[in-house]
């Protein structure tokens, strides 16, 4: 079964917190992760993808690590602002599947 | 603007009608993608096309019939419904169909089904 999980499914932090967040994926036949930002009534939207296992991946204040032996990712926010709020999804792909998360929302009050 | 466009936005029908989901991406992209999100589940793939030939069907009901007439365009042709059908629907593309490839998504259709 190709079960992707998510932790948390939701946090709320104040402006200027760090946070980070969890995806759980099968190790075995791994091929990408990858991690996506979905505000309310919009597109998602690609944060990064991830083949190797080690791989440390950095856009602003947004960084991602990967783990393919023990199946994990973590995606990392440093000093949260409103505009980071959203749900931040994962995604794994193996074979022609590609599965998604349930996301995890995140709110961040001002 | 991810340069994939979706019609509707928003589609309300009734279980007996035929209706039809429209996606078209601008970016050049050879693999196009169907995905449903029903309420506080995630995001299930639907059907893959690489280079217009449908390479997967997750075992989708088939009042759900896909329509790839070229890289550009993507079709979801909706029959006899179901109410738990009703979801929103997104498409997506990327450049090769590989799963390591970023996926680029549409803003999604929402379809209620009375």
């Not at chain 1, 079960?3 to 190790?27: A, I, K, R, W, Y």
């Not at chain 2, 793939?45 to 070229?70: I, K």
């Amino acid at each position: 079964i190709l079960n992707v999980e998510q932790s948390p499914q939701s946090l709320h932090v104040q402006e200027g917190d760090s946070t980070n967040f969890t995806c759980s994926f099968p190790s075995s036949n791994f091929y990408a992760l990858h991690w996506y930002r979905w505000e309310t009534a919009k597109s998602p939207e690609a944060l990064f993808v991830m083949t190797l296992n080690g791989d440390e991946k950095k856009k602003g204040r947004i960084s991602a690590t990967l783990n393919t032996k023990e199946g994990y990712s973590y995606l990392y926010i440093k000093g949260s602002q409103p505009e980071d709020s959203a749900t931040y999804l994962c995604a794994f792909g193996r074979d022609y599947d590609m599965r998604f998360g349930a996301g995890t929302r995140l709110t961040v009050k001002p | 603007e991810t340069g994939v466009t979706q019609t509707p936005r928003h589609l309300v029908m009734g279980m007996t009608n035929k209706k039809s989901l429209k996606c078209e991406q601008h970016l050049g992209h050879n693999a196009m993608y169907w995905y449903k999100q029903s309420a506080k589940k995630p995001l299930e793939l639907m059907f893959v096309y690489s280079l217009e030939e449908r390479v997967e069907n997750n075992s989708v009901p088939s009042r759900f019939s896909p329509e790839c007439p070229n890289s550009s365009h993507l079709f979801l042709h909706l029959h006899t419904l179901q109410p738990e059908d009703s979801a929103l629907y997104l498409c997506a593309s990327s450049r090769t169909g590989g799963l390591g490839d970023t996926q680029y998504f549409g803003p999604g259709t929402r379809l209620t089904v009375l």
